[in-house]
């Protein structure tokens, strides 16, 4: 007896296993990294801000949405999330970086005042 698989039979087995393979959580890890550190810079130490964000899968996170055929972050809407009873915000730019395929980035109500270098100077901007 001779078993045979057609292509998409065979395609779906290779995605299945390369999927197990590469561990499939959704958004890169890059990403996830760069957003956990977002949300560390927005919060206070004890801050509940992206409280609802666990698990590996950031394209599933509160505030995030990815590129469904990617599964790179693709719009970022942060509204209001960091405590008004804060000093002003200087997000560090080059965490934003690392989203290649970011095209939308609302940070609103954020008391952003600008934005730090990698070696932690603030920048001349104000919004």
């Not at 509160?62 to 009873?85: H, K, M, P």
């Amino acid at each position: 007896m001779e078993i045979t698989f057609g292509n998409s039979t065979f395609l779906l087995i290779f995605s299945l296993l390369l999927c197990m393979c590469s561990g499939c959580h959704g958004c890169m890890d890059e990403e996830r990294d760069a957003l956990l550190q977002i949300k560390d810079s927005i919060n206070s130490p004890e801050g509940t801000a992206f409280s609802s964000w666990y698990g590996e899968d950031c394209c599933q996170w509160e505030g995030v949405q990815c590129n469904a055929s990617t599964t790179r972050v693709s719009s970022i809407f942060f509204y209001y999330r960091r405590d008004s009873l804060l000093e002003n915000w200087y997000p560090n730019a080059t965490l934003f970086a690392q989203f290649k395929d970011l095209e939308i980035l609302h940070l609103p109500g954020n008391q952003i005042a600008g934005f730090t270098s990698p070696d932690g100077n603030h920048c001349c901007f104000t919004i």
